[in-house]
C-alpha cells in the first residue's frame, strides 16, 4: 500500500505565563514585583489582566510594571479590566 513518513519540526518557543489579578478584593500592586522577579534567567510571554475599579487605574504604576518585566526579558500583554464601584445610597 502507501508508505507515509512524517517529520517533526521543531520551533522556538518561549513559556508562556498567563496571570489573572483581582486588586478589586486584593489591591496590592506589589504582588506583581513578586511575578516579574521569579521569571529570572527564563525569557517569555507575559499575559497580565487585572481587575479593578475605574478609579483605581490612575494609581496603578503602568511604566514600573511594564519596566520590572522588560527587566526580565519578558514580552508582556497587559489588560485592565476597569470595574464600576457600586455605592449604595439610602
Do not use: C, W
Request: a positive charge; zero cysteines; glycine letters at 2%.
Amino acid at each position: 500500500m502507501y508508505s507515509l513518513k512524517s517529520t517533526f519540526i521543531e520551533t522556538p518557543t518561549k513559556p508562556m505565563v498567563d496571570l489573572s489579578l483581582d486588586f478589586v478584593k486584593n489591591p496590592y500592586e506589589d504582588v506583581l514585583r513578586i511575578y516579574s522577579h521569579s521569571l529570572t534567567g527564563i525569557p517569555s510571554k507575559v499575559r497580565i489582566r487585572i481587575k479593578l475599579y475605574a478609579d483605581m487605574v490612575e494609581k496603578l504604576d503602568i511604566p514600573r510594571i511594564e519596566r520590572n518585566f522588560k527587566d526580565q526579558d519578558a514580552e508582556l500583554t497587559l489588560e485592565l479590566i476597569r470595574m464600576p464601584r457600586e455605592n449604595v445610597r439610602s
